[in-house]
Each structure stands twice: as structure tokens, then as C-alpha cells.
């Protein structure tokens, strides 16, 4: 993969978390979301911010897993910050599992979201289960694509500011947000496994 492109990922990422940091553990609950939201967030504060703070772990450590050069000069680092971003998959996972059951916009939303987080689960699971069998260029791509779905946290942001500026209205957007956000990052990143690039 091109190298500006890497480099966007990067600082994409890094900079969604830094946002989720900074709303999650600074303000007020909900505050940044719509206010139906925002109810939701208070009656299950447990799983909003087990999901949040375990999710932005992953979304801001996986770039630095792809780096050939870290991965080849500092391989214990990698296996450290590969189980931590396992780890931190699982809760998220089961944590977003959760919220996605309560999540504005109705059945369209929970499905969505639902499945983004049993997908995730299940490619952190063969990216997992191929390393300890020591298959690779497997454990590659599975990360390719599990990586992917992580990355629908900043697609998703995109995607609000899209849905904001269009002036369609938020209620009608956001449904279809919960499958936009990841499956485009999911065909993308099974072109580049196809590819057999990086
Ligand atoms: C990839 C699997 C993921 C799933 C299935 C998922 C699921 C969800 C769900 C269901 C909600 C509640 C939405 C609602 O109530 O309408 C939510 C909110 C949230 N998620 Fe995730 N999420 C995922 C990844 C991430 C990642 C990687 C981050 C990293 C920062 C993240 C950060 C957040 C934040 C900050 C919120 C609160 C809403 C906001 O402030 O915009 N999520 N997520």
C-alpha cells in the first residue's frame, strides 16, 4: 500500500481515539452524540465505555503492527502489542456487540453493528489461531481485513460529516451508517489480500 496512504491511516486513526479520549474520559456522557443517544449511553454506561476505551486501543496500536521494520527489529513488541490489540478486540467486540442492541435507528442499526462486531471477533480469532500455527502470510491477511473493520471508527466519522453536510436528516443517514462505515473497508481490504500486497 502506498506509503501517504499508510501515513493517513495513521494520523486518521490516531486521531479519532485522541477525540475519544478527550469526550469519553473528560465530558459529560453523551454529550458529543444525538440526545436519544445519549439516554442509551447513560442506562448502559458499563458498556459504552468498556467499548470505547478498549476499541480506541486497537484502532490506535494496529497501524504500528504493520510496520515492517518493527515488526522484523522488535518481534516481542509485536507479539506484546498483537495480544493487547486482541485483547482489547474481544471486549470491544462483545462490548459494541452489546451496544449495537440498544443503538439509534432501530433494526437497520442493531443488524449492522451487530454483525460488524461478530465479524470482528471472528477475524481477530483466524488472525489469532493462523500465527499460533505459525501460517504468516494467513495471520497477514487476516489482520488486513481485521484491521479494516477497526478502521470503521474513523470511517464512521467520515460518514457523519458526510451525512451532516448533505442536510439528509440524521435519523434517516445514521442506520445506513452502521454498514456503510465498515463494508467498504471490508471490500477494500479483501482487494489488497486478493493483491497479495501490503
Ligand atoms: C469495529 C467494531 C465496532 C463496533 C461493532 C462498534 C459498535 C458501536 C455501537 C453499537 C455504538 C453505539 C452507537 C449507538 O448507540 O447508536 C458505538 C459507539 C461508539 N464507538 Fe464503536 N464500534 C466499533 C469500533 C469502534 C472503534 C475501533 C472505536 C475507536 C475509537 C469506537 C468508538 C466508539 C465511540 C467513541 C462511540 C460513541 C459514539 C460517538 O461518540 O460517536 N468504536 N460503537
Same mark, same amino acid.
Request: charged share 10%.
Given at each position: 500500500?502506498?506509503? /501517504?496512504?499508510? *501515513?493517513?491511516?495513521?494520523?486518521? @486513526? &490516531? $486521531?479519532?481515539?485522541?477525540?475519544? !479520549?478527550?469526550?469519553? #474520559? +473528560?465530558?459529560?456522557?453523551?454529550?458529543a452524540v444525538h440526545p436519544m443517544m445519549k439516554v442509551s449511553f447513560k442506562a448502559h454506561p458499563i458498556g459504552i465505555y468498556l467499548h470505547v476505551f478498549s476499541s480506541l486501543i486497537a484502532l490506535a496500536t494496529g497501524p504500528f503492527q504493520f510496520n515492517e521494520k518493527l515488526r522484523n527489529n522488535k518481534i516481542?513488541?509485536?507479539?506484546?502489542?498483537?495480544?493487547?490489540?486482541?485483547?482489547?478486540?474481544? /471486549?470491544?467486540? *462483545?462490548?459494541?456487540?452489546?451496544? @449495537? &442492541? $440498544?443503538?439509534?435507528?432501530?433494526? !437497520?442499526?442493531?443488524? #449492522? +453493528?451487530?454483525?460488524?462486531?461478530?465479524?470482528?471477533?471472528?477475524?481477530?480469532?483466524?488472525?489469532?489461531?493462523?500465527?499460533?500455527?505459525?501460517?504468516?502470510?494467513?495471520?497477514?491477511?487476516?489482520?488486513?481485513?481485521?484491521?479494516?473493520?477497526?478502521?470503521?471508527?474513523?470511517?464512521?466519522?467520515?460518514?457523519?460529516?458526510?451525512?451532516?453536510?448533505?442536510?439528509?436528516?440524521?435519523?434517516?443517514?445514521?442506520?445506513?451508517?452502521?454498514?456503510?462505515?465498515?463494508?467498504?473497508?471490508?471490500?477494500?481490504?479483501?482487494?489488497?489480500?486478493?493483491?497479495?500486497?501490503?
Open positions: 500500500m502506498n506509503k /501517504i496512504l499508510k *501515513l493517513l491511516i495513521l494520523i486518521s @486513526a &490516531l $486521531f479519532v481515539s485522541v477525540y475519544a !479520549i478527550f469526550v469519553y #474520559g +473528560f465530558l459529560e456522557l453523551g454529550i516481542h513488541l509485536h507479539r506484546l502489542v498483537g495480544k493487547i490489540y486482541l485483547i482489547c478486540i474481544l /471486549i470491544g467486540g *462483545l462490548s459494541g456487540f452489546y451496544m @449495537a &442492541l $440498544f443503538s439509534f435507528g432501530g433494526m !437497520i442499526s442493531h443488524l #449492522g +453493528f451487530g454483525l460488524l462486531a461478530v465479524l470482528w471477533i471472528f477475524t481477530g480469532y483466524k488472525a489469532y489461531s493462523s500465527i499460533i500455527r505459525k501460517m504468516v502470510q494467513v495471520h497477514y491477511n487476516w489482520m488486513v481485513i481485521n484491521y479494516a473493520l477497526t478502521f470503521a471508527a474513523v470511517t464512521l466519522r467520515i460518514g457523519l460529516g458526510l451525512g451532516f453536510a448533505s442536510g439528509i436528516p440524521f435519523e434517516v443517514f445514521y442506520p445506513n451508517l452502521a454498514w456503510l462505515c465498515w463494508i467498504p473497508n471490508l471490500i477494500v481490504a479483501l482487494m489488497i489480500v486478493r493483491k497479495g500486497g501490503d
